[in-house]
T-cell receptor, first 113, second 116 residues
Framework: ETGVTQTPRHLVMGMTNKKSLKCEQHLGHNAMYWYKQSAKKPLELMFVYSLEERVENNSVPSRFSPECPNSSHLFLHLHTLQPEDSALYLCASSQQQGVTEAFFGQGTRLTVV | GESVGLHLPTLSVQEGDNSIINCAYS??????FIWYKQESGKGPQFIID?????DKRQGQRVTVLLNKTVKHLSLQIAATQPGDSAVYFC???????????????FGKGTKLSVIP
């Protein structure tokens, strides 16, 4: 266990659905991240939050909408996704953005049908 | 069309032998590097890190070597065990525009298979 918990572990959704992924850390970390890992590409950084402020958005389509209500929680809201969005979505946290190691959750395996 | 998976370099080693996994990083300004291990169905797990003011760091059964001249990083695993079978990623701390802004960027990964 890394101290970063993601729910759900698996999610199947239709292209017209709206769903949310949840991430929780109680490590006292100040930075949280969403990554996408697909079969076709290496681990891709999607969003970075530092001290609850979004500091990076790596050209992610607007159908992915992050939310960081406090330093322990991070959400990824999904709507009108495409089948090519099917992937493992990983949440991570670190004490400081980029300069300390990131701890990853187990991921949410998302399938868009 | 048919989707094609990412073809990872694969390293097969006999149980008990030493393993060496290599990684080339992209930016000479990167100053912090991490090795992660990812087992099937799990998230990446931190193994060891190294900062650019060092060229070697040792952990339990693992050693990371950093060669800044050729932008090369390696992970050595001593006495490889079946439980070491996984995909190994190197990550570099890439400076971004803006003071103090960094992004941890991952390589494609190497699949290590341990033969019992």
């Amino acid at each position: 266990e890394t101290g970063v918990t993601q729910t759900p572990r698996h999610l199947v959704m239709g292209m017209t659905n709206k769903k949310s992924l949840k991430c929780e850390q109680h490590l006292g970390h100040n930075a949280m991240y969403w990554y996408k890992q697909s079969a076709k590409k290496p681990l891709e950084l999607m969003f970075v939050y530092s001290l609850e402020e979004r500091v990076e958005n790596n050209s992610v389509p607007s159908r992915f909408s992050p939310e960081c209500p406090n330093s322990s929680h991070l959400f990824l809201h999904l709507h009108t996704l495409q089948p090519e969005d099917s992937a493992l979505y990983l949440c991570a946290s670190s004490q400081q953005q980029g300069v300390t190691e990131a701890f990853f959750g187990q991921g949410t395996r998302l399938t868009v049908v | 069309g048919e989707s094609v998976g990412l073809h990872l370099p694969t390293l097969s080693v006999q149980e008990g032998d030493n393993s060496i996994i290599n990684c080339a990083y992209s930016n000479s300004a990167s100053d912090y590097f991490i090795w992660y291990k990812q087992e099937s169905g799990k998230g990446p797990q931190f193994i060891i890190d190294i900062r650019s003011n060092m060229d070697k760091r040792q952990g339990q059964r693992v050693t990371v070597l950093l060669n800044k001249t050729v932008k090369h990083l390696s992970l050595q695993i001593a006495a490889t065990q079946p439980g070491d079978s996984a995909v190994y990623f190197c990550a570099e701390n890439l400076p971004r525009s803006g003071a103090g802004s960094y992004q941890l960027t991952f390589g494609k990964g190497t699949k290590l298979s341990v033969i019992p």
